[in-house]
Structures are given as C-alpha cells and as structure tokens.
C-alpha cells in the first residue's frame, strides 16, 4: 500500500497543496518554516483522531484558528490521501477525504468519504460517507459480481460529530479499504532523532518493540533485537563495522542496579566505550540501522532531517538505507536541508517547498525542465540546489 497523493486545504501554510505521483521514497527539501514538519503532522493529526476524537486533535493544535490558514478562518479544512490498494487482485486507487468544520465554535467532521472506482468506467464510488456523524459504509465491498444499487449500505450514528467512521468501521475486516487506512495511519511513525536523548543508560524495566520518535529508548529497542533477533542484530552489526571506522562489535548490558546501556567496542582497544562517551555519528547511525531493521517495520515512516551529526559519505549510505527499507514496501519520507544528503537522491524522489505570499507550494524536482536535464546528464541534486536551481530556498 502507497500514498500516491496528498492534498490539502486550509491546513496551516497549506492553504491549497496538491502533491501527486509521490514515490516510495520521497525527499522534502525546505528552508526552516517552510512547512515540512507541518506535513508530516498531517499523518499525526489524523492519529490524534483515530486515537482520540477530532476536536481534540484540533485542540492539541491550538485550536481551529490555529489550524485552519491565517484569513481562512470562515472555511473548512480539507485532508485528501489517495492511495493504491489490492482489492480483489487490481491495484486500486482509494481516495480518503475528510472536511473538518468549526460551527458555533464546535468542531465537527462536515464530511468524511472512501471512494474508490469498481469498474473501468463510471465515476469512483463512495464505500463511506458520514456526514456530521451519520452516514453509511458498504458491507460487501469485495464482493464485485453485485452491481453498484445491489451493494449493502449500513447506515450509523455515531456516538458524537467529531468522531471518524473509520475509527470504528476499520477495526473490521469486511470494510476493507477503511481497514486498511487505518492500519496506515496507526502505525506511521516519526523519527525526530534527538541524539542526547538517546544517550545515557535507561531503566531496563520493560520491552521496547519499536524505536521511539526521539531514539530515547535505543537502549530497550537495541536489547531487544540482541535477545530476540539475533540474526537482525549481527546484520546492524556487520554494517556499523563496514561504516563506522573502528567499530568491532556493540553490545547491550544490563548493570548491577536494573540500567541498560551499550557498549562500543573498538577493535584498536581492550576496553569498550559505553554509549555516553562514543562519538555523535556512531550513535545516531546505530539508532538508525535499529529503526530500519525494524522486524515489524512501519507502513509509513518520516524521519525528520537525518543530517545532523553524520559524515557526508554516512549519509549517502543513510540515504540508500532509507530507499531499500521502501523498496521493501514501506514508504518513506525524509525532510532535509542537507546538500550532502540530497546528492544521494534520484530525480524523481525529490520535492522543495517553497513559499509565496505567506503560504506554502511544493515542487517536484522531475517537472522542471533544467534540473532535469542536468540530472539526465550525470549532475547531482545537492550541487544543483547549492547552484540555485531548486527555486528559492537555499541550502544552510
Ligand atoms: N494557521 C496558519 N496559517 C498559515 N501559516 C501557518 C499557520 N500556522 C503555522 N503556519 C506557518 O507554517 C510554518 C510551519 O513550519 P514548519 O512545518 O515548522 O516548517 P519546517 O519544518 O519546514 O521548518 C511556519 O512558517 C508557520 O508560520
Ligand atoms: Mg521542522
């Protein structure tokens, strides 16, 4: 399952964005507030509803006026994501629209719809569409011998107006593409690397599964691929030796008083370092190689500027890292203002965001003409965009 499309209106700097024909692996390049985190938190707005309710999810970001454009305040935001899912043996394309309102300062979901086309012809078909929380979801949307008026409607009322359909319905198999996005939006994550938060020994109480947005619990997450995945430790292992000059091998330990730490071996000493005193890029390659080799990775993964601390020929591994963990069947994106990581990326993986009048726009770098034919001809992305021609947002 792909995220092929995205659009948004009203949301913040995006008073009207479009972003189509997005790869498995996607490069978002912007100067500092140009609004790639305010992207990324797309996804986790609409966590925030799914695990809680709208309201609140608008609540936790300052409020409609906050979130809705500067002088749209009068109008709806609009969240649409289009992406490509098996349904009955053909790749189709599912679009999930949601229209948040504010009415008399309450806010409700005006209109939520999963549509998708059944046949080569006619227009996309709503399997859902809930309306200030009360609509209908087809029962039997797999089954494609029925015509269109033979498909069953369940209507409901949900509990409240600021509640998704899909927050209930896609719990359930049977409402496949709901179930589905679901699934995607429940298990997005962000990677926010915060390398002194990853330092340090942690409290060994308890079993991390996954690496956490900061890399606060690298130590829990790293134990538990050495006792439980040792074939995908020796794997971190074995690419931490081939990059990282020095490195031997790298072990978890439990101390005396219940605290996890790791330590580094360097094959030039008799005594390992612990993770306190190894150097920034050792760590943070370390925390990445655990987040990639994830044994139960995320459907969507947004890692937010890796750059930091890591040597340019790191992050063109980095960014291959990041690539084959896509080609895998996840997606990913990355936000960055590193020229160094951007000379990693091909054509077409690469966005800028650029903005005008106060508002954002997001370019792709394969519809301009000149960079493409300067990519074509053996140029790389990073010296082009430190040459000026990724718009008007230059590099750091
Ligand atoms: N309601 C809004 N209307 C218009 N712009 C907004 C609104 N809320 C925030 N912004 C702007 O959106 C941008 C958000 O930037 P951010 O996503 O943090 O950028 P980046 O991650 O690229 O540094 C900021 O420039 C901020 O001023
Ligand atoms: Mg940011």
Same mark, same amino acid.
């Given at each position: 399952?792909?995220?092929?499309?995205?659009?948004?209106?009203?949301?913040?700097? $995006? !008073?009207?964005? %479009?972003?189509?024909? #997005?790869?498995?692996?996607?490069? =978002?390049?912007?100067? &500092?507030?140009?609004?790639?985190?305010?992207?990324?938190?797309?996804?986790?707005?609409?966590?925030?509803?799914?695990?809680?309710?709208?309201?609140?999810?608008?609540?936790?970001?300052?409020?409609?006026?906050?979130?809705?454009?500067?002088?749209?305040?009068?109008?709806?935001?609009?969240?649409?994501?289009?992406?490509?899912?098996?349904?009955?043996?053909?790749?189709?394309?599912?679009?999930?629209?949601?229209?948040?309102?504010?009415?008399?300062?309450?806010?409700?979901?005006?209109?939520?719809?999963?549509?998708?086309?059944?046949?080569?012809?006619?227009?996309?078909?709503?399997?859902?569409? $809930? !309306?200030?929380? %009360?609509?209908?979801? #087809?029962?039997?949307?797999?089954? =494609?011998?029925?015509? &269109?008026?033979?498909?069953?409607?369940?209507?409901?009322?949900?509990?409240?107006?600021?509640?998704?359909?899909?927050?209930?319905?896609?719990?359930?198999?049977?409402?496949?593409?709901?179930?589905?996005?679901?699934?995607?939006?429940?298990?997005?994550?962000?990677?926010?690397?915060?390398?002194?938060?990853?330092?340090?020994?942690?409290?060994?109480?308890?079993?991390?599964?996954?690496?956490?947005?900061?890399?606060?619990?690298?130590?829990?997450?790293?134990?538990?691929?050495?006792?439980?995945?040792?074939?995908?430790?020796?794997?971190?292992?074995?690419?931490?030796?081939?990059?990282?000059?020095?490195?031997?091998?790298?072990?978890?330990?439990?101390?005396?008083?219940?605290?996890?730490?790791?330590?580094?071996?360097?094959?030039?000493?008799?005594?390992?370092?612990?993770?306190?005193?190894?150097?920034?890029?050792?760590?943070?390659?370390?925390?990445?190689?655990?987040?990639?080799?994830?044994?139960?990775?995320?459907?969507?993964?947004?890692?937010?500027?890796?750059?930091?601390?890591?040597?340019?020929?790191?992050?063109?591994?980095?960014?291959?890292?990041?690539?084959?963990?896509?080609?895998?069947?996840?997606?990913?994106?990355?936000?960055?203002?590193?020229?160094?990581?951007?000379?990693?990326?091909?054509?077409?993986?690469?966005?800028?965001?650029?903005?005008?009048?106060?508002?954002?726009?997001?370019?792709?770098?394969?519809?301009?003409?000149?960079?493409?034919?300067?990519?074509?001809?053996?140029?790389?992305?990073?010296?082009?965009?430190?040459?000026?021609?990724?718009?008007?947002?230059?590099?750091?």
């Amino acid at each position: 399952m792909r995220i092929e499309e995205i659009r948004l209106q009203n949301y913040k700097c $995006y !008073k009207k964005l %479009k972003i189509s024909r #997005i790869p498995a692996m996607a490069v =978002f390049v912007g100067a &500092n507030g140009t609004g790639k985190s305010t992207l990324f938190d797309v996804f986790g707005f609409l966590k925030h509803c799914l695990t809680y309710n709208v309201n609140k999810a608008v609540q936790s970001r300052g409020g409609f006026q906050e979130l809705v454009s500067r002088e749209h305040r009068g109008e709806t935001i609009i969240i649409e994501i289009k992406f490509r899912l098996n349904i009955t043996g053909v790749e189709r394309l599912v679009t999930y629209y949601l229209e948040i309102a504010e009415i008399d300062k309450s806010i409700i979901v005006n209109r939520e719809i999963l549509r998708y086309k059944r046949g080569a012809h006619g227009s996309p078909y709503h399997f859902l569409d $809930y !309306k200030a929380g %009360k609509g209908y979801a #087809i029962t039997n949307e797999e089954d =494609f011998t029925k015509e &269109n008026e033979e498909l069953t409607k369940e209507y409901r009322e949900l509990e409240a107006n600021d509640i998704l359909a899909i927050k209930g319905l896609g719990q359930f198999q049977k409402f496949k593409a709901a179930n589905a996005f679901r699934n995607l939006i429940e298990n997005w994550h962000l990677s926010d690397f915060h390398i002194n938060k990853a330092r340090g020994t942690k409290d060994a109480v308890g079993y991390d599964e996954h690496l956490s947005v900061s890399g606060d619990n690298l130590q829990l997450v790293a134990h538990n691929l050495f006792l439980n995945h040792k074939d995908i430790f020796q794997k971190i292992i074995k690419k931490m030796q081939e990059r990282v000059p020095g490195i031997s091998s790298i072990e978890p330990e439990t101390t005396v008083d219940g605290r996890l730490l790791l330590k580094f071996q360097d094959g030039s000493f008799k005594d390992p370092f612990i993770d306190k005193y190894v150097s920034d890029g050792t760590i943070k390659m370390f925390a990445y190689l655990v987040m990639l080799f994830d044994p139960h990775p995320h459907p969507l993964l947004c890692v937010e500027e890796p750059e930091n601390q890591l040597y340019p020929h790191l992050l063109t591994e980095l960014a291959e890292e990041f690539r084959l963990y896509s080609r895998h069947g996840d997606q990913v994106f990355v936000s960055t203002h590193s020229p160094d990581f951007l000379n990693a990326m091909e054509l077409e993986e690469v966005f800028w965001l650029e903005k005008r009048d106060g508002f954002t726009e997001i370019k792709r770098a394969s519809d301009d003409e000149q960079i493409s034919a300067y990519m074509l001809d053996g140029d790389k992305m990073g010296y082009l965009w430190k040459q000026g021609f990724l718009g008007r947002v230059n590099p750091k």
